[in-house]
């Protein structure tokens, strides 16, 4: 009697980013309203460090921003990911039938949650690019008017650049970290009970 090899389902990197890129061209709406709360978020921060840092250079570390600003961006940042949870947690309601289908054709729990985690990455990593530029230009324009010399200062061409990667990184944390728990509720939905859900 031969020996049963157990089948493995193979999932890859590509696919799993194409069926993420499928879900938000499908659900373009509901991605630029989780998108827009990256941005918002991600710019707020991006714009008040930049400001910070325009306004150490001008003060020679004489000033420095107000805790409450700093509450302010730390605020932001949660009201966003608080943003985010809410839009994939209505996005699994939305497809519960459609996992399903997907795992009576083969689908795993690790294919499922891989899906939407890299949907919120693609997410994360667009709302991150504009928010964090938006906010430096934003930072900018309004340090411009109080000290116009320091604005562009060789000195804070590098500080720039760690804003807007820090911005970034920030970005993608928030998207793929408030996804979490609404990736895990998909990925143990059973195949019989969500092909009979209805919303």
Known sequence: ????????????????????????????????????????????????????????????????????????????????????????????????????????????????????LWESALLGLLGGIIGSIAGWAAGLGISYFQYPAYVMAPGLLVRYAQTIAESLAIAMILSVGATLYPAYHAASLEPAVALRFEI
């Open 1 to 116: 009697m031969g020996q049963t090899v157990p089948l493995e389902v193979r999932f890859p990197v590509s696919e799993a980013i194409k069926f993420s890129i499928e879900s938000i061209r499908k659900r373009f709406t509901r991605a630029l309203i989780t998108a827009a709360s990256v941005v918002l978020g991600i710019a707020f921060y991006s714009a008040l460090n930049t400001m910070s840092a325009i306004l150490l250079e001008a003060t020679q570390g004489a000033q420095t921003v107000e805790a409450y600003q700093r509450w302010m961006a730390v605020i932001s940042l949660i009201v966003c990911a608080v943003g985010i949870l809410n839009s994939m947690l209505m996005s699994v309601t939305e497809r519960t039938k459609e996992i399903g289908t997907m795992k009576c054709l083969g689908a795993m729990n690790s294919h499922i949650l891989i899906i939407f």
